[in-house]
């Protein structure tokens, strides 16, 4: 765009072309009034035009836009709709406005966009950009109504809004409200599609039984909420699936859950004909309990998960148990203290039980008591099933072998200790920057640094942190990416 600024007419009766105090420009060859002097610095003067048609050049006001004329010689005002700043019109004036109604009005661009948080939608969700509809939520808080139909502004109870939810023609998302909730979240009718249950900072499932319990084909995506279960008993935290063979498969997915298991005794996870996704869990323990009891027809994949003492170091061991038949698990990037895995399967048909565990981080800060980290005893001639242990840490200095038996494929692997011939692991001390207080990263000087190698079926593009890998020539060993 250029604007062709000439000098003034002579002075005398004659009219002068280049003024439009008037509000009208007669010399076409000065045919647009700038009367604010928006584009020359005289007030009211006529002034020449070339300008790409289209185009938009400015605001006139509030409300008004100039865009060039289809000649490239003026330009026309236009109306807009939302209002004019920033040199143009205003996409939107209110979120009802874009042309999505799952994006939200920025108040300082009044353009439409993605949301950032909650906070910017109707509904109170924002996910992955995207605000969700009001009618796609139902909502629950710990001292909701016990009927409704559970809106954001009337919240039923957990027990009410889970009933609506499943019963709905299609699945919306359950939304938590901060608070802690004294009853089961329990699933146990099939769902058309993953029941996804929401929490936040302060959200907390507390029952005296099982925080969740999914049965008889129930699918339950569960993101950001703790559980915490302090009274005593066997009772499992999760409970995923049933045990009857003809019942169909439940499907658990817990992201960014945080769990705290004081009862003793018992599994904090019992999964039996079961798909079991685990990532970012942190799973705090006090007294002897298992991590998690897997059973027949079960299929668990850990990403990020660690299992801990709620409170220091501990001496108890916390097992996580695989049982029956088909039960696959699959574990990377996470963080196990005290905990030995129990191999017992009994597949005698096939598909028979695969195991695969890499890039994970085992520590024993005590003697095992004879046990193992990872129990591999010979098994029965007509049992079949094979483990993969590789590119993991495994750390039991307290004894003579961290790998009990043969029946385990291990490989590249830091071990501290093993027993008989090391094959391709690497018998040293991983070199933990401090074991004491549970810093399980290793210093630079670590044999585990850089000396990954990882088989196309069984590596990863992350660590426990989320850091990228790898960082260096190679992946580095264990959970952490140095």
């Known amino acids: 765009m250029a604007i062709v600024v000439t000098s003034a007419g002579a002075c005398g009766s004659t009219p002068n072309p280049r003024s439009c105090l008037d509000g009208t420009c007669t010399d076409p060859r000065f ?88 906070t910017e939608c109707e509904s109170g969700l924002c996910d992955g950009g995207t605000c969700i509809p009001p009618s796609e939520v139902v909502y629950a808080s710990p001292n909701g109504d016990t009927s409704g ?41 099939p769902t058309p599609q993953p029941l996804r249950v929401l929490g936040e900072a302060g959200v907390v499932l507390a029952s005296s039984n099982a925080a969740l319990q999914v049965q008889d084909g129930g699918n339950v995506d569960v993101r950001s909420v703790e559980l915490i279960k302090d009274s005593l008993g066997p009772v499992s935290q999760v409970i995923c699936g049933d045990a009857p063979t003809g019942d169909p498969i439940s499907t658990v997915k817990l992201t960014d859950v ?62 996580i148990s695989i049982t029956g038949q088909r039960a696959n698990l699959k574990v990377t990037n996470s963080v196990f203290q005290q905990t030995t895995v129990y191999f017992l399967t009994s597949d005698q048909v096939p598909p028979y039980t695969q195991h695969l565990l890499a890039f994970n981080t085992f520590v024993f800060s005590t003697a095992t008591g004879g046990l193992h980290t990872f129990d591999c005893r010979p098994q029965p001639t007509d049992y079949n099933w094979n483990a993969r242990l590789e590119n993991n840490i495994i750390y039991s200095p307290m004894d003579s072998s961290a790998i009990g038996g043969q029946h385990c494929t291990a490989s590249k692997n830091v071990v501290l200790n093993i027993a008989g011939n090391a094959g391709t692991n690497i018998v040293a001390s ?53």
Not at 72 to 89: K, Q
Not at 151 to 161: E, H, I, K, V, Y
């Open 31 to 118: 045919p647009f009034c700038d009367a604010d002097a928006q584009f020359q610095d005289v007030p009211d003067s006529c002034i020449a035009i070339e300008c790409t048609p289209g185009e938009v050049v400015g605001c006139r006001g509030t409300d008004d836009v100039y865009v060039c004329n289809p000649s490239g010689n003026n330009y026309d005002v236009e109306m807009c709709p939302y209002g004019c700043a920033n040199g143009g019109c205003n996409e939107c004036g209110a979120n009802a406005q874009c042309a999505s109604p799952e994006e939200i009005c920025d108040p300082v661009s009044k353009s439409c966009r993605a949301c950032g948080d909650g």
């Open 149 to 189: 139909s559970c809106t954001r502004q009337q919240p039923c109870t957990l027990d009410r809004a889970t009933i609506v939810a499943v019963n709905a023609p299609t699945t919306p998302i359950l939304k938590l409200a901060p608070g802690t909730y004294l009853t089961t979240l329990d699933v146990h009718t």
């Open 258 to 319: 945080k769990v705290s298991y004081r009862a003793g005794g018992g599994a904090v996870i019992t999964a039996n004909r079961c798909q079991l996704t685990l990532t970012r869990v942190d799973i705090g323990i006090s007294g002897a309990s298992y991590v998690m009891s897997m059973q027949t027809d079960t299929n668990a994949v850990l990403d990020r998960v660690s299992s801990h003492p709620i409170v220091g170091l501990s001496t108890e061991i916390r097992p």
């Open 430 to 482: 991983p070199q933990f920057v401090d074991v004491t207080t549970g810093n399980y990263r290793v210093m630079a000087t670590s044999p585990a640094v850089n000396a990954a190698l990882p088989q196309p079926d069984l590596t990863t593009d992350h660590d426990f942190d989320g850091t990228a890998r790898p960082q260096g020539a190679a992946l580095d060993i264990g959970a952490f990416e140095q």
